[in-house]
């Protein structure tokens, strides 16, 4: 049920090549990872973004942008619609290398002004009803993000955050060596303020890529090197946007880009 009567629109990044469990027959965000109930008790594969479809359609986002890179159209193929999963799905493509604030900075004209729910398609994560807690703390406290964060064992490969007791972000860290941190965050919802940012950060860098290379801003052979979506949200809190954490103390995740977490999700056999 959508929180609080508001709307959000989900912003789903999936131009990644996943190199580290290459070669697959197909988009990592299509690996099979559990089984569906179908009509007359049939079961049926279930995808690994199925389950952050499901997520998100439970916290009231029911509608979403997908946005590929050129190639990966087994995606749209296999999702379709995604009325199947009680969400309505659009795609769209990127075509710079840079990483995930550049793909998400694709959607901008169609997100500007609204509430944004990012997931990663590759990223498995408990409760289940996550992002309605997150969109509620983002419309009642009216801050500009809110980052859901969830327990890790592994602080010095994933966006570890640093995090008042109140809940307010000091920082957001991406492999790095703070090892201390105990929570890494796998979902955000953020308002107009940030996607404003993210855009004007993302432009400002293209600009500077530009001049460095000299190339133009569509040519592949700029320097590939990408930025991670966490130095945009660490730029937003040095830059005075509020920024907010919600802790789910007993929530888990499984990011599958990796060889051992996709064997760890295959074996914990999900419904």
Same mark, same amino acid.
């Given at each position: ?22 070669? #697959? ?23 690994? $973004?199925?389950? #952050? #479809? ?5 916290? &009231? ?8 890179? +050129? &190639?990966? !159209? ?5 999702? &379709?619609? &995604? $009325? ?9 493509? *990127? ?20 509430? *944004? ?6 990223? #498995? ?7 309605? %807690?997150?969109?509620?703390?983002? !419309? ?5 993000? *809110? ?28 492999? $790095? ?7 890494? !965050? ?5 308002? +107009? ?18 001049? @460095? ?18 130095? *945009? ?9 509020? %920024? ?15 060889? @051992? ?11």
């Amino acid at each position: 049920m959508a929180s609080l009567g508001k709307n959000a629109i989900g912003l789903i990044p999936a131009a990644g090549r996943a190199r580290r469990i290459a070669p #697959l027959p197909m988009s990592k965000e299509l690996f099979p990872i559990g089984f569906a109930d179908g009509q007359g008790g049939a079961r049926s594969p279930k995808v690994v $973004s199925q389950y #952050l #479809l499901e997520r998100m359609a439970q916290g &009231g986002v029911h509608q979403a942008f997908v946005v590929l890179r +050129p &190639g990966k !159209w087994d995606i749209p193929a296999y999702l &379709g619609d &995604g $009325s199947a999963m009680g969400i309505r799905l659009a795609y769209l493509t *990127v075509h710079v290398p840079f990483g995930v604030p550049f793909t998400l900075d694709q959607a901008y004209p169609f997100v500007r002004g609204e509430t *944004v729910a990012l997931g990663f398609p590759d990223i #498995l994560f408990w409760p289940e009803n996550a992002y309605e %807690v997150v969109l509620q703390r983002l !419309w009642k406290a009216e801050a500009d993000v *809110v980052l859901g964060l969830f327990p890790t064992d592994e602080p010095d490969k994933v966006g570890v955050v640093d995090v008042e007791p109140d809940g307010q972000v000091r920082g957001v860290y991406e492999k $790095s060596g703070f090892t201390h941190l105990p929570y890494m !965050w796998a979902i955000a919802v953020w308002g +107009p303020r940030f996607t404003e940012f993210l855009h004007a950060f993302t432009e400002s860098a293209m600009r500077r890529r530009g001049r @460095d290379t000299g190339a133009g801003e569509g040519d592949d052979e700029l320097n590939p090197a990408e930025t991670p979506i966490g130095e *945009v949200i660490q730029a937003a809190v040095g830059g005075g946007l509020r %920024v907010e954490a919600e802790i789910f103390e007993d929530g888990r995740y499984i990011d599958i880009g990796t060889p @051992d977490n996709l064997l760890r999700a295959i074996k914990a056999q999900l419904p």
